[in-house]
């Protein structure tokens, strides 16, 4: 996924000039980190916030939802990944890595592996995550899906929702939305599939 824009990367800056923000210490995060770093002969620099990039950063290679929020030097060209489309905040040059297939494509390939499902839950937070909200309702339509949707404002909400949800849907697609998906939640979202005995559809296999 990162190895096209990681060669457009080198050749905007030296590796010591490439600076990695991992936003979340989730497997997801890891996964991407560990995929960057094989692909530079030399190891970035990786740190957990926008503060501590530096101004000589040439390249930013923001992990999360967290780590989209940041602001930049403006020199730098900044690399969003694991990001739910989110609207960056940076001035210059920048580019979305997305790690979601398109909404029709999503869709399409749950009723695929799950042709009698016919109720879908899913969770969303952020105003990205409301944006992506209204793609994929039209393509849970046009794939024979119901979408039931529910909102949490911050992660301590995700049982209530969940509740809520319960002996209601077939599955439950959890999107990469950072308000969503963190350290307490994650064991929640498992809890809650194995308990309804409903699959659990996430965007990375890192999240299962």
Same mark, same amino acid.
């Given at each position: 996924?990162?190895?096209?824009?990681?060669?457009?990367? %080198?050749?905007?800056?030296?590796?010591?000039?490439?600076?990695?923000? *991992? =936003?979340?210490?989730? &497997?997801?995060? !890891?996964?991407? /980190?560990?995929?960057?770093?094989?692909?530079?002969?030399?190891?970035?620099?990786?740190?957990?916030?926008?503060?501590?990039?530096?101004?000589?950063?040439?390249?930013?290679?923001?992990?999360? +939802?967290?780590?989209?929020? !940041?602001?930049?030097?403006?020199?730098?060209?900044?690399?969003?990944?694991?990001?739910? +489309?989110? *609207?960056? *905040? $940076?001035? =210059? &040059?920048?580019?979305?890595?997305?790690?979601?297939?398109? @909404?029709?494509?999503?869709?399409?390939?749950?009723?695929?592996?799950?042709? !009698?499902?016919?109720?879908? =839950? #899913?969770?969303?937070?952020?105003?990205?995550?409301?944006?992506?909200?209204?793609?994929? &309702?039209?393509?849970?339509?046009?794939?024979?899906?119901?979408?039931?949707?529910? $909102?949490?404002?911050?992660?301590? !909400?995700?049982?209530?929702?969940?509740?809520? %949800?319960? =002996?209601?849907?077939?599955?439950?697609?959890?999107?990469?939305? @950072?308000?969503?998906? #963190?350290?307490? #939640?994650?064991?929640?979202? &498992?809890?809650?599939?194995?308990?309804?005995?409903?699959?659990?559809?996430?965007? #990375? *296999? +890192? /999240?299962?």
């Amino acid at each position: 996924m990162l190895l096209p824009i990681l060669a457009l990367a %080198l050749a905007h800056a030296a590796a010591e000039q490439i600076v990695v923000v *991992r =936003g979340s210490q989730l &497997r997801p995060y !890891g996964e991407a /980190l560990a995929g960057v770093q094989d692909a530079l002969e030399n190891a970035p620099r990786v740190v957990r916030s926008a503060a501590a990039v530096g101004e000589d950063a040439r390249v930013v290679i923001a992990l999360g +939802g967290e780590a989209a929020k !940041g602001r930049y030097p403006r020199d730098a060209m900044v690399v969003y990944a694991l990001v739910l +489309g989110a *609207r960056p *905040r $940076h001035a =210059g &040059r920048s580019i979305q890595v997305f790690t979601t297939p398109p @909404p029709d494509t999503l869709m399409a390939a749950i009723k695929k592996a799950h042709p !009698g499902l016919k109720r879908l =839950g #899913t969770l969303w937070g952020t105003e990205a995550a409301q944006e992506r909200l209204r793609e994929l &309702r039209e393509a849970a339509k046009a794939a024979d899906l119901e979408l039931i949707e529910r $909102h949490v404002g911050d992660p301590g !909400g995700v049982p209530g929702a969940l509740r809520a %949800l319960a =002996g209601r849907v077939d599955a439950l697609f959890v999107p990469p939305d @950072p308000l969503i998906v #963190t350290s307490q #939640t994650l064991e929640t979202l &498992r809890s809650f599939s194995w308990s309804e005995d409903v699959p659990l559809v996430v965007s #990375t *296999r +890192g /999240l299962l």
